[in-house]
């Protein structure tokens, strides 16, 4: 029987990078990853139509930087993902915000705010410390034209 011949750039896709070149640079490098979900909400004080319940799909765009690892990660895109998933998705979505949110307004500036302190906890406890991953920026979409941002350049 004809044995089968694996492609030659196959074979060498295994053997192509010496184990030291996979260490590359040794810069700090921001990524991002962005998700959505849905929720319900009202402001509070008010004077115009957001008073009313009504809905949005929003929008977050996270960026962390840190040092890659030895495979060239900052940190696993999937790894960000099982974050946010956790401290809000979980939490927010096909929710009503005025209750499942601690007391605020439900306004984009307040929400971005407890967004970034979710996060920023979870990420000092579950990604590798020697890599010295941090947050550095959440970006809350309340419409595609509405947001509100927090930058860790903001606080130091
Ligand atoms: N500074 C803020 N202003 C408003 C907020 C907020 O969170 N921070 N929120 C609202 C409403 O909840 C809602 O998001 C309406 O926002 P708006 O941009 O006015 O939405 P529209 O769909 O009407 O926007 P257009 O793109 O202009 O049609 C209100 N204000
Ligand atoms: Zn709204």
Same mark, same amino acid.
Request: glycine residues 4%; negative net charge; charged residues 25%.
């Given at each position: 029987m004809e044995s089968y011949r694996i492609p030659t750039k196959l074979q060498r896709l295994g053997s !192509?990078?010496? =184990?030291?070149?996979?260490?590359?640079h040794k810069r700090r490098v921001a990524v991002t990853k962005e998700f959505t979900f849905d929720a319900a909400h009202h402001l509070h004080s008010? =004077?115009? +139509?957001? +008073?009313?319940l009504h809905g949005h799909t929003y929008r977050i765009v996270v960026t962390v930087s840190g040092y890659v690892n030895n495979i060239g990660l900052v940190v696993d895109f999937a790894d960000l993902k099982r974050i946010y998933l956790e401290t809000i998705e979980q939490k927010l !979505?096909?929710?009503y915000l005025n209750e499942v949110l &601690? &007391?605020?307004?439900?306004?984009a500036e307040n929400m971005v705010v407890w967004m970034w302190e979710q996060l920023d906890e979870a990420i000092h406890k579950q990604v590798a410390a020697e890599q010295q991953v941090r947050l550095e920026e959440v970006v809350l979409y309340e419409t595609p034209t509405s947001r509100a941002t927090l930058k860790r350049a903001w606080m130091e």
């Amino acid at each position: 029987m004809e044995s089968y011949r694996i492609p030659t750039k196959l074979q060498r896709l295994g053997s !192509d990078i010496d =184990e030291n070149q996979l260490a590359y640079h040794k810069r700090r490098v921001a990524v991002t990853k962005e998700f959505t979900f849905d929720a319900a909400h009202h402001l509070h004080s008010y =004077e115009g +139509k957001c +008073k009313n319940l009504h809905g949005h799909t929003y929008r977050i765009v996270v960026t962390v930087s840190g040092y890659v690892n030895n495979i060239g990660l900052v940190v696993d895109f999937a790894d960000l993902k099982r974050i946010y998933l956790e401290t809000i998705e979980q939490k927010l !979505d096909h929710q009503y915000l005025n209750e499942v949110l &601690p &007391p605020m307004n439900t306004s984009a500036e307040n929400m971005v705010v407890w967004m970034w302190e979710q996060l920023d906890e979870a990420i000092h406890k579950q990604v590798a410390a020697e890599q010295q991953v941090r947050l550095e920026e959440v970006v809350l979409y309340e419409t595609p034209t509405s947001r509100a941002t927090l930058k860790r350049a903001w606080m130091e």
